[in-house]
């Protein structure tokens, strides 16, 4: 593993404050495996044998049931995931495949476990971690009850023009039928939804999403820091 890849994982709030034995006990025992696109590499209903960390490339959360999917989340390096599982050892909610080429740092679920008895600032941690996952699915709720379907994509667009430097050019890493899973509508709908910003300062070609008049959309969507963040 290289050690930029260690820096990356060490200055995660989840391992920052645990011990240098301790992390590097962690740190040793962990895979780090590259997956191609499309790939799923945590089955929901199975137990869990890693915790995983994403260092590069995007990931899908999502769920099915009776031969239909739904997208959970679409997450982005660095960052963990599947703590709850991994502490409780109890089956995975989830799924999870990347959406790209992925390269993903897996520690051993019982090496977590034993840390989290042995280490109390990583227990702490673990803990917050723990929080703001909860809090994230709470605002994601709200979202979903709360919205319609084109004030969803309004806000998400703010926040993804965000994460990408507010450019106000937003290129999709993934294809549009699984951001309109992710916000909840069919890939009709989002089309239809982001022809319906072109008044509020929004237009699109293929993947990538250009916002010609911030303000506009801003006075539109009406972010709330208490769904958005």
Do not use: C
């Amino acid at each position: 593993m290289r050690h930029l890849d260690i820096n990356l994982v060490r200055e995660l709030p989840l391992f920052r404050d645990m011990t240098a034995a301790h992390f590097d006990a962690l740190v040793e025992s962990a895979l780090l495996q590259r997956f191609p696109e499309r790939s799923t590499f945590v089955q929901g209903g199975e137990l869990p044998n890693f915790l995983h960390i994403l260092i590069d490339g995007t990931v899908e959360l999502f769920a099915v049931w009776d031969r239909r999917e739904t997208t959970i989340d679409i997450l982005y390096p660095v960052t963990a995931f599947n703590l709850a599982a991994v502490l409780r050892d109890e089956v995975h909610l989830k799924w999870a495949r990347t959406l790209t080429s992925a390269r993903i740092l897996m520690i051993p679920a019982q090496t977590v476990r034993d840390l989290f008895r042995r280490d109390a600032d990583f227990a702490r941690a673990a803990v917050n971690e723990l929080a703001l996952r909860y809090r994230s699915m709470v605002r994601i709720l709200k979202n979903q009850k709360l919205r319609s379907g084109t004030e969803r994509l309004a806000n998400w667009i703010l926040d993804e023009d965000r994460r990408q430097g507010n450019g106000g050019r937003i290129v999709l890493a993934h294809d549009k039928r699984t951001l309109s899973s992710r916000l909840g509508m069919t890939p009709e709908n989002l089309s239809r939804n982001l022809a319906g910003l072109l008044n509020h300062g929004v237009t699109g070609r293929g993947r990538e999403i250009i916002i010609l008049d911030r303000e506009a959309l801003r006075q539109w969507a009406k972010p709330d820091p208490l769904i958005d963040g």
